[in-house]
């Protein structure tokens, strides 16, 4: 559903949610009925795409064709109605072979770039809905196998009546600055050149601002004196929440915890104007879709 402005990628879905609707069995057996009904078929967290003149845009099929690619049983994810009031579901095959000529089965995250903003906005939480189900077959409280439940928003237990709703983890990302420059960290894993923002999850009891500083001070050593919040993002790597700041440090006077970090660098504005161009000589930040990207776009476009 559409609210004010957000810059990042995942964000601003052009789907109505319309949860009311997702414990309507009867409404959601005639939604997979109609002729207007869009479905997605995912295989392993990858989307079908197809790809056209170097396009590439989502493998949506009519409703008709889910019994001919996955079983009855099969997580089926009401994900939405658009502005014409059709709905759209996503869901998860077994057999990658059933589609075959019909797309490819592709990674979201390398797709990322070449997805349209809406696009991404409707697959990512279906991506990370089938992950959380991969992983939470069972029930926490007793073990018993789960049944989902309310169109694969929910997972229930049939012996003990516990309820398991899909988990978000909400992590923190910041670009730290002192005066006309931010640090920049690494990871030993990214591509030679590249540096983005500081990341680490929330923990419990915890506020944004909290966690923050603390994550400032444990990766690079620099002591916050102010927060400020620019955005949010879904990231459905598997599942968090991206909270994105700019905070302000005392000095720079870095020590880079070389355990999570590889090494971290001071940018100036000028030198962050290159990097969100791709224009920089020896380094390069996150792409456009990475709320890293928005944010370091942001400080160096005040």
Do not use: Y
């Amino acid at each position: 559903m559409l609210l004010p402005h957000n810059p990042n990628a995942f964000t601003r879905s052009p789907l109505d949610r319309a949860g009311h609707h997702r414990r309507d069995m009867a409404w959601l057996d005639a939604a997979l009925e109609a002729e207007t009904t869009l479905l997605i078929p995912f295989h392993k967290q990858r989307p079908l795409v197809v790809e056209e003149s170097g396009v590439v845009a989502p493998g949506w099929l009519g409703a008709h064709a889910r019994a001919g690619i996955a079983p009855p049983g099969a997580c089926t994810l009401f994900l939405g109605l658009d502005d014409k009031g059709a709905a759209h579901f996503a869901i998860d095959v077994d057999d990658a072979a059933k589609l075959e000529g019909l797309g490819r089965f592709d990674d979201l995250r390398a797709l990322g770039p070449r997805l349209s903003r809406d696009d991404l906005a409707m697959l990512g939480p279906a991506k990370a809905v089938f992950e959380w189900h991969g992983r939470h077959g069972f029930c926490a409280n007793c073990g018993a196998p789960t049944l989902i439940v309310e169109a694969g928003w929910k997972r229930e237990c049939p012996i003990c009546s516990a309820e398991h709703f899909p988990r978000v983890d909400p992590v923190c990302i910041m670009v730290p600055t002192f005066g006309d420059k931010c640090l920049l960290g690494r990871q030993r894993a990214w591509p030679r050149g590249m540096h983005s923002a500081l990341a680490g999850f929330i923990e419990p009891g915890e506020a944004i601002e909290e966690a923050v500083a603390r994550e400032t001070l444990e990766e690079a050593g620099l002591k916050v004196r102010h927060v400020r919040m620019h955005s949010t993002q879904p990231w459905p790597f598997p599942h968090s929440l991206m909270i994105g700041v700019l905070c302000e440090v005392e000095n720079d006077n870095e020590t880079i915890d070389t355990f999570e970090l590889e090494s971290g660098r001071w940018f100036t504005r000028e030198e962050a104007k290159l990097l969100i161009a791709a224009k920089h000589p020896d380094a390069f930040a996150p792409p456009p879709f990475a709320i890293a990207h928005q944010l370091l776009k942001s400080w160096a476009e005040e």
